[in-house]
């Protein structure tokens, strides 16, 4: 089982600023992963796809990028509608489908 | 649009078997794709359960597989789990969603439902 590790647990930061999340994968799954945003009592909504392609209407401040075991999810300048939990999701080698633990990104 | 629809009893009691359907509007899914189970304890993160295709062949997570089955049917436009054996560890909200052609990642999720093991 390919095991993802997300860091920073949490990520306090200003509207406006940017923010860049990390996404270790404990071996290569080349650029098959995905990004996901989710907010307090809602379901997961896909970002970002085969490492970096940006899903239908998902805003341009998102942009994914990496390959291998190191990805990288940036937010370039923060929205208070962005403020949420982020996971990545491996798809190389599955059964299983595996996620990260997730980064809370809140308000500093 | 493609919308997704979980149903099921809300509470389960220790050792019995948790049953889940997910409804699908504004896709058949018998046109392709796969169909996914994904649960989410509360305040923790996501596990992916297992998936189905539109073909009916399943795909179940190792660490569940003893334990659960996933079926379509498409002539209702559905899919469904069945999660046995269950305890309070298994308490979680459960989404189903629409796992990509391949399997790969959920473009479509369900609002998702949560179900609590308890006696």
């Known amino acids: 089982e390919i095991v993802m590790t997300q860091s920073p647990a949490t990520l306090s930061v200003s509207p406006g600023e940017r923010a860049t999340l990390s996404c270790r994968a404990s071996?290569?799954?080349?650029?098959?992963l995905a990004w996901y945003q989710q907010k307090p009592g809602q379901a997961p909504r896909l970002l970002i796809y085969?490492?970096?392609t940006r899903a239908t209407d998902i805003p341009a401040r998102f942009s994914g990028s990496g390959s291998g075991t190191e990805f990288t999810l940036t937010i370039s300048s923060l929205q208070s509608e962005d403020f949420a939990v982020y996971y990545c999701?491996?798809?190389?080698?599955?059964?299983?489908?595996?996620f990260g633990g997730g980064t809370k990104v809140e308000i500093k | 649009q493609v919308q997704l629809q979980e149903s099921g009893p809300g509470l389960v009691k220790p050792s019995e078997t948790l049953s889940l359907t997910c409804a699908v509007y504004?896709?058949?899914?018998?046109?392709?794709?796969?169909w996914g189970w994904i649960r989410q304890p509360p305040g923790k993160g996501l596990e992916w359960i297992g998936s189905v295709a539109h073909s009916g062949n399943t795909y179940y997570n190792p660490s569940l597989k003893s334990r659960v089955i996933i079926s379509v049917d498409t002539s209702k436009n559905q899919f469904s789990l069945r999660l046995s054996s269950v305890t309070a560890a298994d308490t979680a909200v459960f989404y189903c969603?629409?796992?990509?052609?391949?399997?790969?990642?959920?473009?479509?999720w369900g609002q998702g439902t949560l179900v609590t093991v308890s006696s």
């Open positions: 071996q290569s799954v080349s650029s098959n």
């Open positions: 969603a629409r796992v990509g052609r391949f399997g790969e990642y959920s473009g479509y």
């Open positions: 504004g896709y058949s899914i018998s046109s392709g794709y796969y």
């Open positions: 999701q491996q798809y190389n080698n599955w059964p299983p489908l595996t």
């Open positions: 085969g490492a970096s």
